[in-house]
């Protein structure tokens, strides 16, 4: 889509909509990605960066993020900070097959009609976060719960929820100067071919002379380029992504974690718990028992 690196891709699993808390504290960080599904990132706690393509965006908890499916984007802990998140992601075509117009104006403008000083951050005020906290509590809840007639509570919580959002951008068109600028995200093609590769084979063992060598530069080059142009050594990048992988099969499987742990690459359970809380801030149990809600 658009050019995006293949290997930055995430979420790939086919679904209409997801709805849940992310927490990110300790050592966790994520490289830039994209998806073919539209998000809404709400911080519920804490504080953190945003980067979406060229912009920058320092949040703090109440703040509320659009994106849309074609933005490069990450979040970050920064200053030794921590920070929550209620995420909803959602395809457009699944959860509105017909028609996205209401009271003559398309709800999903917000993702897609914008200006060149579009901010993709809103910072409601208090009684507005109230509101918003409560559509995010009974959208979890639903979510969660799967009562009888939960998807289409959760569709028209969505579209509350879009609605206020499109009332504060139709307030704020001329887009408040939220963010700053930061270098086009692009990558060289040599560091293009090394993320693509990195994304077929990151469960492999993958040795950086000989990845050098099968793309005819020089290992000392491959490395600085890949450093320079990612952020992320060889070698943290491939534990990102395993950690990354591993995290969506918590979340979203039944998998014992050995089985995961082997999934992503790990051969040794010990070793796949070391790795996965020096990234996360927490062990693999203590992650899925958050994210399923079994505190």
């Known amino acids: 889509m658009n050019g995006l690196p293949e290997a930055l891709k995430t979420f790939r699993q086919d679904f209409d909509i997801r709805v849940f808390v992310d927490r990110n504290k300790g050592d966790w960080h994520m490289p830039m990605e994209w998806h073919t599904s539209l998000e809404i990132f709400m911080c519920t706690a804490g504080s953190g960066r945003y980067q979406i393509g060229e912009k920058w965006y320092e949040f703090e908890t109440g703040d509320i993020f659009v994106i849309n499916n074609g933005e490069l984007h990450k979040s970050e802990i920064y200053e ?25 104006r398309d709800i999903l403008d917000v993702f897609y009609n914008r200006t060149a000083a579009f901010s993709h951050m809103y910072r409601p005020t208090p009684q507005m976060q109230e509101v918003y906290g409560r559509i995010s509590d009974l959208m979890l ?45 692009k990558h060289k093609r040599i560091i293009s071919e090394v993320l693509n590769y990195v994304d077929q084979h990151y469960r492999e063992d993958i040795v950086l002379g000989e990845l050098a060598e099968k793309l005819y530069v020089n290992q000392s080059y491959l490395s600085r380029e890949f450093k320079k142009e990612t952020g992320y050594s060889m070698v943290k990048f491939i534990a990102n992504r395993r950690i990354r992988e591993a995290r969506t099969l918590l979340r979203d499987t039944d998998m014992l974690i050995t089985e995961i742990a082997t999934e992503v690459g790990y051969n040794n359970i010990t070793h796949f718990n070391a790795m996965f809380k020096k990234e996360t801030g927490v062990s693999p149990k203590e992650f899925r028992n958050k994210v399923k809600g079994n505190f």
């Not at 028209?156 to 930061?182: C, F, P």
């Open 80 to 104: 030794n900070g921590a920070f929550d998140a209620f995420i909803v992601m959602f395809s457009p075509e699944k959860m509105f097959p017909q028609n996205t117009m209401i009271d003559g």
């Open 141 to 185: 809840q639903e979510f969660e719960e799967k009562k009888e007639g939960y998807k289409s509570a959760v569709k028209s919580l969505l579209i509350w929820l879009l609605i206020e959002l499109n009332r504060q951008y139709m307030k704020d068109e001329d887009g408040t100067a939220l963010y700053t600028v930061s270098e086009k995200v």
